[in-house]
Structures are given as C-alpha cells and as structure tokens.
C-alpha cells in the first residue's frame, strides 16, 4: 500500500518549460513533506521540504505548492533546464518519525 | 554524499548465499537507515538504527537482519539471498534531535544482483 501517490512515472518538457509533479498522501498526521533528487547512479538528495503552515515554498528555480485540505502537494521546476533530467521522489513522514514514505519516482527528461 | 561510504558497490551473488552491506559515516549523526529501491516502488525502508546496537525494522524486512556495533557502521544482512532481493540498497542517516531527524541524507547505493 502506497501511502504517497506521485505522478506522472515520466515527463519530457522542453528546455525552459516547467515540469510539475504532484503528490497525494491520506495520513493527516504527516507533515513534514520533502522532494528528493536523483541522477543516475547516485544516491538521492534533498532538494527542498514542506511543512503545512505554509502552502508554497520557493528555492531558486524549485516550487512546492501544498494544499492541506485536498492533501496533495506540487513540485514546480522553473525555467527547466538539460541539468534538471533526474528522478524526483516525493516523500512525507511525521515529525521526528522513523519512517519517511516514498512516492514511485518521477524521471523528467529536459530537452534542449 | 554527505560523509556515506558504502560498499560494495555492486555485487552479483547466487540464491541462498549470504550477503552483508556495509554503511559507514564520517557524521557522528545518530540514526542510520537502509532502504531498497526498485522500480514501480520508489524507496522502501528496511531496517533503521536509533544508536548502537538499538535497531528496529522498517516496512520490508522480511529476509534481512542489520547490526550496529559502532556509531559509524551500520550492516545489511541478507541471511540466504533470493531473486526477490535483487535491488539497489541505500544508507541513509539523520541527526537525533528534533525536526532535524526527518532530513535523511543518502549514500550512492549498492546494486545487488541475485541469481
């Protein structure tokens, strides 16, 4: 059972386009939302994280949108670039909670 | 990769043969963590360390046992490895206080073949 739900599996946008990938999540008790970059043959990496006071994070080109009470959250890529083809996850977990879950991964592929 | 060291990197091994992954940080952080990756599931914890020798087990487990016996080594042991178990393996650490334990930060992973 998935507890966060990412979507698409896989985008191609044009140099300069912006990418969104959306995540949905059913436990109210999390809330701590982070996304997490991938390039091939490396570990994941922190890229930028979301707590529900707020409903939109910026950080350089890299957006999240969270919306509470739907229980969905957004990463926004500005003005993407060929550097930006990577896997993001999306994940979510409690406060000072073990377990951080998951989203399936989304592999972006920006053309120049 | 944040002071994450593991090894091996790649490993190809037979079914039913034991196997251990090593996790070694140059962080003093507390907690340790080992996820699989496959696709179609995105990462999937496994075991997590909370300090030496206090390990719990994650949402996978089945089929793994893990050890930590120093702050900075934390083992993956598949006791008798099957196909299944075929997958790319990730440390992770955290700090222990606070909102600072929910930002794991990544080794480069080990991709481990069962044939």
Known sequence: QQQVKQSPQSLIVQKGGIPIINCAYENTAFDYFPWYQQFPGKGPALLIAIRPDVSEKKEGRFTISFNKSAKQFSLHIMDSQPGDSATYFCAASETGANNLFFGTGTRLTVIP | ?115
Not at chain 2, 2 to 22: C, D, F, M, N, Y
Request: net charge neutral.
């Open chain 2, 1 to 115: 990769d944040a002071g994450i060291t593991q090894s091996p990197r790649h490993k190809v091994t037979e079914t039913g043969t034991p196997v251990t992954l090593r996790c070694h940080q140059t962080e003093n952080h507390r907690y340790m963590y080992w996820y699989r990756q496959d696709p179609g599931h995105g990462l999937r914890l496994i075991h997590y360390s909370y300090g030496v020798k206090d390990t719990d087990k994650g949402e996978v487990s089945d089929g793994y046992s893990v050890s930590r016996s120093k702050t900075e080594d934390f083992l993956l042991t598949l006791e008798s490895a099957t196909s299944s178990q075929t997958s790319v393996y990730f440390c992770a650490i955290s700090e222990s206080a606070g909102l600072a334990k929910n930002i794991q930060y990544f080794g480069a992973g080990t991709r481990l073949s069962v044939l």
